[in-house]
């Protein structure tokens, strides 16, 4: 399954990470909870960012060639 994660669109990153979100809205969710669902959401974001940092770069070297 980690490989399928691995793989997840940016889009479907995004949208985990706003699924993530929603259970950190949530008042009856523990604390563990909360810091599980921080951890998971913050590494969905990061992922997301490096994907959109690589397309960028991509589309420089295309605009440069």
Do not use: H, P, R
């Not at 997840?8 to 563990?32: P, R, V, Y």
């Not at 913050?42 to 060639?65: F, P, R, V």
Request: aromatic content about 4%.
């Amino acid at each position: 399954m980690a490989k399928k994660e691995e793989n997840a669109s940016f889009e479907t990153k995004l949208q985990s990470a706003k699924e993530t979100l929603e259970i950190l809205m949530n008042q009856d969710i523990t604390l563990e909870e909360s810091v599980k669902a921080y951890e998971k959401g913050m590494k969905e974001l990061q992922e997301a960012q490096k994907m959109l940092q690589d397309a960028q770069i991509k589309i420089q070297e295309i605009k440069a060639s």
